[in-house]
């Protein structure tokens, strides 16, 4: 149990807003909420702090006691999952259907044999091809609420874990406060609306231009995803390997950008929106010009 | 949640997953300054009312508001006004019971038949055309004229855009009829920011052009009332301009200082309006219509701040200005909006007001003076004091859509009410005015 009152920094900032911080999910987490209320707002940035450790202690692959672990450790038999893992699995699965397939939340035994640490060191195809055996959301058996999990196959809800936490956070602030709230999950982030004094000025960082000046956007309301990470890569003979991985092949998808922002109603859209993305490779620009939506592109 | 014919089936189908998953409407997303944003209609309806039998007003008005993105912002705005009551005709009280003719008498000349004379205070007899109606006052009261009403009609747009990096340019027109009055008007504006938008410098212009019709014709300035001499149709023209600087003084306060300088030329006197004459015992000898100069020239300097006190949001204000008729103004204004949780605000306001009188401003002339060239008795011109007190409350619900109420109390007290003269003593002369405003407002994203 943490102890959550030295855990929390609550700080104010320009335009009548008050935010409060704090780390989850590996990742700097903060508030920002138009108000003069700074008890109200740290009282507020502890109930938002607790559902981000709760969603992360009950979803995390990392933790014996998660509701994902004891999934992935059920071998094959039916386990009864409650009404929040059931929607996360639900809609993964309709993610899957509407991705032919390439987003797919049974890929994580992948990086047992995919270290993405910069190094030059990639598998070989029989190691992948040991793994990619192991893949496959339709080798799940899903018949709400029971889930059966076949051996050596692993759930992971890393995809959307953080976007998820975001708009639940952000929709139970709003229900008990009303006002201008923004939630800001490492870069994940929704807003309801926009403070009295104009719209919430968000900096998307640029990875590669390390800490240059971020693109300034204005958000009135929605959220904003980033898939991508620089760090995670691998490079050999010139050619760099993303941490992206193709599940049909179990390899890197080919060209993919190094960072996808999204505009979407709610995080969890906007971050589907760039994990399809991401995992269209080359195609990413026009995907998602296909689909409408506001979106910013980084190649390195 | 907004469709269009582009949403691709593959969206609809997350669209929809989120919304199961997260159990609520998904929303729009809104990303200035790229985004389109929603179609903002603001709509009100104002009720102004005056006491003492005087002017009352209903006024529905719509403005439309429309981000094509990219802060290219169209507005329009279509003002109608219905306004009916009395209006002081700028004669003073009397001891004696005062007639007076509307304004749509024209002529003296008598119309065979149709028998209508009236008789001046010193017992000259005239005769009047048919369609002049009289009006009468009672003794030690106000002279209004009861005939009074207008309806207005006004229409407005405004096109913003930037104009490069922290350029922004913007253009409006004005157009209005009222059944005397119609107006046209241009205003261009444009604004550079510095410092990394700390600072921001604006200069704009202004063009006016009017042309008056007044009912019954314009009369011939200054000369005397019973005599009805009434010219034709008049036009007059405003050219101004402004500059100013807004600066972000703090973290928490933004300031702005404006200078204003505009020029009228034409016809700038009321046509309604004359002025009593009285002996030097205070009784009425007879009125002459006002006669002010055809131009006018007006400076003023504002500061405005906006402050953010935690969760309140304070507006204070000064403006002070003079023009070349001598009148000067002082204007404090302030406003405080308090938020009360639950989408719901309040916002007290309060203003004083306090002017000097223009130099032709006259409360009566004496009949034994000199006729001056210029001279007006309406109480506008004159030296009073103005507060105004009022609430708004407003409640806003679903994202950017508000319902408001607001209320404001209006009083003016002049500073010169009395006289000496005997036949005036005990009389208010000029007994100021009180007014209230309800206005119900109602802003809704399309």
Request: aromatic residues 8%; neutral net charge.
């Amino acid at each position: 149990m943490r102890d959550s009152s030295a855990k929390l920094a609550v700080e104010s900032r320009d335009g009548g807003i008050v935010a409060v911080c704090f780390l989850a999910m590996a990742s700097p987490c903060e508030v920002l909420i138009e108000t003069g209320d700074v008890e109200r707002c740290r009282a507020l940035g502890m109930l938002a702090a607790k559902e981000a450790w709760r969603i992360e202690a009950k979803f995390s692959r990392y933790r014996d006691d998660s509701v994902v672990s004891s999934i992935n450790r059920s071998c094959g038999s039916p386990v009864e999952v409650d009404d929040e893992t059931a929607s996360l699995i639900e809609f993964s699965a309709q993610c899957h259907k509407l991705s032919n397939g390439r987003f797919d939340i049974t890929s994580g035994v992948l990086r047992r044999c995919w270290k993405f640490d910069g190094s030059d060191r990639l598998p070989s195809p029989a190691e992948v091809e040991a793994l990619r055996a192991l893949v496959g959301f339709e080798k799940i058996r899903w018949e709400p609420p029971f889930i059966s999990v076949p051996s050596k196959m692993e759930l992971d809800f890393g995809g959307i874990g953080k976007e998820y936490a975001v708009d639940r956070v952000l929709a139970e602030l709003v229900a008990q406060f009303p006002a201008a709230i923004l939630v800001n999950f490492g870069g994940d982030l929704a807003t309801n609306r926009a403070p009295a004094s104009g719209p919430w000025r968000v900096g998307v960082e640029r990875p590669g231009s390390e800490r240059e000046a971020a693109m300034l956007l204005e958000l009135s309301q929605g959220a904003l995803a980033t898939s991508g990470d620089t760090h995670r890569f691998l490079l050999r003979d010139g050619v760099r390997y993303s941490h992206i991985l193709d599940v049909r092949t179990g390899w890197p998808v080919p060209g993919a950008p190094s960072s996808v922002t999204v505009a979407g109603g709610s995080c969890v859209e906007a971050g589907i929106l760039a994990t399809f993305a991401m995992l269209r490779g080359a195609d990413a620009e026009s995907f998602l010009d296909e689909q409408g939506v506001r979106y910013w592109c980084m190649r390195s | 949640m907004q469709l269009n014919k582009s949403t691709t089936p593959l969206r609809l189908g997350l669209m929809a997953a989120s919304c199961a998953l997260l159990g609520a409407p998904v929303a729009r997303s809104q990303v200035a300054p790229d985004g389109e944003q929603p179609l903002l209609i603001d709509t009100g309806l104002l009720y102004y009312k005056e006491d003492q039998g005087r002017v009352q007003t209903i006024e529905p008005i719509v403005n439309l508001k429309k981000n094509y993105g990219d802060d290219h912002v169209l507005g329009v705005t279509l003002t109608f006004d219905s306004l009916t009551g009395g209006s002081p005709n700028g004669a003073i009280p009397s001891r004696k019971a005062q007639t007076f003719a509307t304004p749509s008498g024209t002529s003296l000349q008598p119309v065979s038949g149709v028998p209508q004379t009236y008789t001046t205070p010193s017992g000259q007899v005239v005769a009047l055309l048919a369609k002049v109606t009289l009006y009468s006052v009672n003794p030690g009261q106000l002279p209004l004229d009861p005939n009074f009403h207008d309806r207005r009609i006004a229409a407005d747009a405004s096109w913003s855009q930037p104009m490069g990096l922290d350029t922004h340019a913007s253009i409006s027109g004005h157009l209005s009829n009222e059944l005397d009055f119609n107006s046209a008007a241009v205003n261009g504006a444009l604004s550079r920011d510095f410092n990394g938008k700390n600072t921001t410098v604006s200069g704009g212009f202004n063009l006016e052009l009017d042309r008056i019709n007044p009912i019954g014709g314009a009369p011939v300035g200054g000369t005397d009332y019973i005599q009805l001499l009434k010219g034709g149709n008049k036009s007059k023209n405003l050219v101004g301009g402004l500059f100013g600087v807004t600066q972000v003084m703090s973290r928490r306060w933004v300031s702005q200082v404006n200078y204003t300088y505009d020029t009228s030329k034409g016809y700038l006197t009321d046509p309604y309006k004359i002025i009593s004459v009285v002996d030097t015992t205070g009784a009425s000898t007879g009125y002459r219509f006002e006669n002010r100069p055809n131009t006018r020239t007006r400076q003023s300097v504002y500061v405005g701040n906006k402050v953010y006190l935690g969760g309140e949001v304070l507006d204070l204000s000064y403006r002070r200005g003079s023009d070349n008729w001598g009148i000067k103004s002082n204007t404090v204004d302030g406003r405080l909006r308090i938020d009360l949780g639950n989408d719901v605000y309040i916002e007290p306001h309060a203003r004083w007001y306090r002017q000097a009188a223009a130099d032709f401003y006259h409360l009566y002339l004496n009949q034994a003076d000199a006729l001056p060239t210029y001279m007006s008795a309406d109480q506008r011109l004159a030296e009073f004091r103005a507060t105004t007190f009022g609430l708004k409350l407003g409640i806003g619900f679903d994202g950017n859509n508000e319902l408001s109420l607001r209320i404001e109390e209006y009083q003016q007290k002049a500073a010169q009410t009395s006289s000496s003269l005997a036949n005036l003593q005990g009389l208010n002369l000029n007994p100021g005015l009180k007014s209230a405003i309800v206005q119900i407002g109602w802003r809704y994203e399309y």
